[in-house]
T-cell receptor, first 114, second 115 residues
Framework: NAGVTQTPKFQVLKTGQSMTLQCAQD?????MSWYRQDPGMGLRLIHY???????DQGEVPNGYNVSRSTTEDFPLRLLSAAPSQTSVYFC?????????????FGPGTRLTVT | AQSVTQPDIHITVSEGASLELRCNYS??????LFWYVQSPGQGLQLLLK??????LVQGIKGFEAEFKRSQSSFNLRKPSVHWSDAAEYFC?????????????FGSGTQLTVLP
């Protein structure tokens, strides 16, 4: 199993540009989520999905869109990039929402918005 | 709302010395608690977790953590640190808001290991 994969690893955008961060998992996990990591703030939940076709907002959803058309993929879209979205983005997946199931994290995407 | 405090931003220890990383949490119900480790440029790896039962939890790489409800703490310990333990460590508490698994992380403790 490849686990949770994320592409790209690094990205530089100009303010106002849009882009999609890709996340895929091959563990047949129902639950997937996106976090952003900023210095001194730990990780914060952006959006999450409990299964194909179902998504919802987390703690910091503004400026981001998600969709879940398949179990495997959970892309994160930046609609109009802003410097405040400079961050490291992590995708995670797990079996059901129960805490008994570990969340597996991808290696992250480092995004810089100039 | 749940929260996690890691009071030490940076800790330096010598190789072979013991280690304790502090974590305090705030959560209204029985907490699910985790410690993750992040090496530079890497994702997060789960070290250990506490759901219920024995308050002393054993994890990978020789780490352990003790849950103390009366102190709202979940400190991470290792009796003898190795140079490869240098990394950033995050404590987290998991709560549920609707169908969301809300993992709330502390701000992290950076560990430096001196030879």
């Amino acid at each position: 199993n490849a686990g949770v994969t994320q592409t790209p690893k690094f990205q530089v955008l100009k303010t106002g540009q849009s882009m999609t961060l890709q996340c895929a998992q091959d563990m047949n996990h129902e639950y997937m989520s996106w976090y952003r990591q900023d210095p001194g703030m730990g990780l914060r939940l952006i959006h999450y999905s409990v299964g194909a076709g179902i998504t919802d907002q987390g703690e910091v959803p503004n400026g981001y869109n998600v969709s879940r058309s398949t179990t495997e993929d959970f892309p994160l879209r930046l609609l109009s990039a802003a410097p405040s979205q400079t961050s490291v983005y992590f995708c995670a997946s797990s079996h059901p929402r129960l805490a008994d199931y570990e969340q597996y994290f991808g290696p992250g995407t480092r995004l810089t918005v100039t | 709302a749940q929260s996690v405090t890691q009071p030490d931003i940076h800790i330096t220890v010598s190789e072979g010395a013991s280690l304790e990383l502090r974590c305090n949490y705030s959560y209204g119900a029985t907490p699910y608690l985790f410690w993750y480790v992040q090496s530079p440029g890497q994702g997060l790896q789960l070290l250990l977790k506490y759901f219920s039962g024995d308050t002393l939890v054993q994890g990978i790489k020789g780490f352990e953590a003790e849950f103390k409800r009366s102190q709202s703490s979940f400190n991470l310990r290792k009796p003898s640190v190795h140079w490869s333990d240098a990394a950033e460590y995050f404590c987290a508490v998991e709560g549920f808001s609707g169908s969301a698994r809300q993992l709330t992380f502390g701000s992290g403790t950076q560990l430096t290991v001196l030879p």
